[in-house]
């Protein structure tokens, strides 16, 4: 979703106004760090698993349920969608593609991995990125400290003890924090959206001016440990 997102904003600035992020890094930081940085190594050997040819037999519904179990947002009725989602035939393989097309390990594992993704995808709209510091699937303070070299308008918010999962965790925060950074652009005073979660500290960066928009935003989730997901439930209404 991020990756799509920043991809978009780049090619097509006209058709965008803001551009939010949520914990999902940028492509061209990613791959530098994914060659280059250990522990992004380390924390994305998962992919080396993904894009193998018959990865589908091992990623059953009940594999990736162990990704969100531990979450208090991972309800019954949550699950209960998701495994609607994941049973529909070719769902799970469809979403491994997306590694599989994008991310190209070598023989040496991450030295010298390839992508499909564009090179210097440079973002002129004013971007938020909202980022969960307790994100296994990234060495989070690298992911983010690459951004302004592509994102000279950067809002970059920084939440403690929040996982990958951000949007899912603190809803209702996320919502006024798009919200707020929304307005702002477009000069307008915002009205409170606050929600039923505890408030949430979080660290903020900005970096370049603001400027007044017509409103529109990407906002952006997940690519991580499973994009699979994300790639599912958007078709699961087709």
């Not at 209702?172 to 409170?192: C, W």
Request: net charge negative; with cysteine; aromatic share 10%.
């Amino acid at each position: 979703g991020g990756c799509v997102a920043y991809i978009l904003t780049s090619l097509y600035p006209d058709a965008v106004d803001t551009l939010t992020i949520l914990n999902a890094p940028h492509p061209d930081v990613f791959l530098l760090l994914l060659t280059h940085n250990h522990e992004q190594q380390a924390r994305s050997q998962y992919i080396l698993d993904f894009v193998k040819p018959d990865s589908a037999a091992n990623f059953t519904p009940a594999v990736l349920e162990t990704f969100f179990s531990e979450y208090s947002f991972w309800t019954p009725e949550l699950a209960a969608a998701y495994h609607t989602a994941w049973a529909q035939p070719g769902a799970i393989n469809a979403g491994l593609n997306w590694y599989r097309k994008n991310i190209i390990p070598s023989d040496d594992g991450f030295v010298g991995v390839a992508s499909t993704f564009p090179h210097n995808i440079q973002i002129s709209r004013p971007t938020l990125v909202c980022w969960g510091m307790d994100d296994s699937a990234f060495a989070n303070e690298a992911n983010l400290d690459g951004l302004s070299e592509y994102v000279p308008n950067l809002t970059v918010q920084r939440y403690p003890n929040i996982s990958h999962w951000i949007g899912q965790a603190i809803p209702a925060t996320i919502a006024e924090s798009i919200h707020l950074f929304v307005m702002a652009k477009k000069g307008e005073a915002p009205s409170p959206t606050s929600g039923p979660e505890a408030p949430t500290s979080a660290h903020v960066f900005e970096s370049g001016p603001g400027s007044g928009l017509w409103i529109a935003v990407i906002a952006a989730g997940v690519m991580s440990v499973l994009v699979v997901t994300v790639i599912v439930l958007l078709t699961r209404g087709k």
